[in-house]
């Protein structure tokens, strides 16, 4: 085991290609994994591969539950070199909820909250190859939600510009070093917000499914989240309700207006009166 970092070291001061090097990267990852079970180094090397190796490759590894932790780690890796498709967010929101991590949660949901904060989205020294990290040992804490719009991104190789630990772009030699490997075309950023809002929604977490609905405008989502939780906010869903475009509040008062009037008849009267005689603001 202690010659894959030997031959790393030797392929970095040989100017190998770097595709090449990252091929030793996942080799010696896939021998932590295999023959050591060494779960926790493994997933580190398997994060050095990071836009060359495609993430699905890892992923497959790691899904036993037993193996969240490490997953967990992979896709944060993911999220903070910017590989994070919308798919990949909502999986490690996912990971968040089965773990109850709700201080996690909190950082990505609600970024906001901590600018400026402690350990702002910083990684711990993990030394110049990787080491094991155990469950409580993650400080890393990652950055918001992007809201921006996904990208359709290229890579070359797999890599879209430099990632550390003394990478540096290269056009790879022989892209056919392995299958998982190559140019990559994918859709970057955002978030499943249909996804995501339901994960967070059943787990409990209605608070995060809010925000996240209320950042994307998913508005027939935040009302749902608003009036299916077990104590509903009658009042919080008209006053969005009210807040929204005149098109758009006469649809959701159309399908929630019935369960309004029930709770909140003068509010709810008053909003549908506004919006059949033209006052509606």
């Known amino acids: 085991m202690k010659l894959f970092p030997v031959a790393i070291k030797l392929a970095y001061s040989c100017n190998y290609p770097l595709a090449q090097i990252m091929e030793i990267y996942r080799r010696y990852a896939d021998h932590l994994y295999e023959k050591k079970r060494a779960y926790d180094e493994s997933v580190q090397q398997y994060i050095h591969t990071i836009g060359y190796l495609d993430p699905s490759y890892v992923i497959a590894r790691f899904l036993d539950p037993q193996r969240i932790h490490n997953l967990t780690v ?19 929101l996912n990971c968040y909820t089965k773990l109850k991590d709700t ?3 909190d950082r990505l949901v609600f970024p906001e909250r901590y600018v400026g904060g402690e350990g702002e989205g910083e990684e711990g020294e993990e030394g110049e190859e990787g080491g094991e990290r155990g469950e409580g040992s993650r400080p890393y804490l990652p950055a918001g939600l992007s809201l921006l719009p996904a990208e359709e991104v290229e890579t070359v190789g797999g890599m879209e510009g430099e990632q550390g630990g003394g990478k540096e772009r290269q056009e790879p030699e022989g892209e056919s070093l392995n299958t998982a490997m190559g140019r990559v075309r994918r859709r970057r950023g955002g978030v499943d917000v249909q996804a995501a809002v339901s994960i967070l929604k059943e787990a409990g977490y209605f608070e995060h499914a809010l925000e996240i609905a209320r950042k994307y405008r998913a508005h027939e989502w935040y009302l749902r989240v608003q009036l299916e939780k077990p104590s509903p906010s009658y009042r919080d869903a008209l006053a969005y309700i009210t807040s929204l475009s005149f098109p758009d509040a006469a649809r959701f008062l159309s399908l929630y207006g019935q369960r309004l009037l029930a709770v909140l008849p003068e509010e709810t009267t008053g909003t549908l009166l506004a919006l059949c005689t033209g006052r509606f603001p």
């Open 74 to 92: 992979y896709l944060e890796a993911l999220h903070r070199q910017g590989h994070a498709t919308a798919a990949l967010t909502t999986f490690l």
């Open 103 to 105: 201080a996690r949660l």
